[in-house]
């Protein structure tokens, strides 16, 4: 599996030069699973997937780190990797409704549709009680054959805690992963309502915005991530970006009423 072979071990270790001194005594499964969770609402996938494994040093049973890293490989697009990181887990904890649920999500962007139902159901066969992540991973695997029931499955995830930011951004990036940019702004603009200083929730919030064309909202949106974290050096380039856009258009249109004149004068 290359660089991730050991990774429950903890033996894939990225430099962490911000790593701020812990005393020894403080430092447990807890605290690098609260840095892995913050690290990877980040979308820092790199630096979680280095965190959840360090817990497993701690704690190699411990259920919620084998599955921040499974997530953290889907994220970050290494989707071979997640199968095979899915098949270790499961033989360790084979009744995860969890995992299983993950595994689904895998299979989907592999576009084993099939494959990807099977583990959904499997996961909510399972006689563990179903959680958001589960319902959210249920409606990325439906959202190419049915946005409705996706939609619904969405719905279920909401009720279970109506204002959980990282829900929305959950379902957001469902959305995403289909181009399905108008839904997924939806669920961005009520993620930064519930937390209006999440800057990841408002770089997403740009794109979106871009695509849609709504270029100014866009601007808006990266502005105020740049406001909010001013060294986010995403929002700072998408906004760069439509700067050199803009001027492109600009030159373009001065061209055309240049070229326009040229006819009009040889006419």
Request: charged share 30%; glycine share 6%; proline share 3%.
């Amino acid at each position: 599996m290359g660089r991730f072979d050991h990774l429950e071990m903890g033996d894939w270790r990225p430099e962490l030069p911000d790593e701020e001194p812990v005393e020894e005594g403080l430092i447990d499964q807890n605290y690098y699973l609260d840095k892995a969770c913050r690290a990877f609402a980040d979308e820092d996938y790199e630096r979680a997937l280095t965190y959840y494994s360090r817990a497993l040093q701690y704690d190699i049973n411990l259920e919620e780190a084998w599955l921040g890293q499974l997530r953290c490989l889907i994220e970050l697009q290494e989707l071979q990797e997640a199968i095979i990181w899915s098949d270790r887990a499961l033989e360790r904890f084979p009744k995860s409704a969890q995992i299983l649920a993950a595994r689904g999500v895998a299979e989907a962007r592999l576009g084993r549709i099939i494959a990807a139902m099977g583990y959904s159901d499997a996961a909510f066969a399972s006689t563990q009680k179903s959680t958001a992540y589960m319902w959210v991973a249920r409606g990325e695997v439906l959202i190419p054959a049915n946005i409705g029931n996706a939609k619904a499955c969405f719905s279920k995830a909401i009720e279970m805690s109506p204002e959980d930011w990282a829900i929305r951004a959950w379902i957001a990036r469902a959305y995403l992963i289909h181009r399905c940019h108008y839904q997924a702004l939806e669920h961005l603009r009520q993620a930064v309502r519930f937390e209006p200083e999440r800057v990841i929730c408002w770089y997403w919030i740009g794109k979106c915005c871009e695509m849609l064309g709504e270029i100014q909202e866009a601007k808006r949106a990266y502005g105020r991530a740049i406001a909010v974290q001013p060294s986010f050096s995403r929002a700072r380039d998408a906004l760069r970006q439509l700067g050199r856009r803009g001027l492109a258009a600009k030159i373009a249109d001065a061209f055309k009423r240049l070229f326009g004149r040229r006819q009009v004068s040889e006419g």
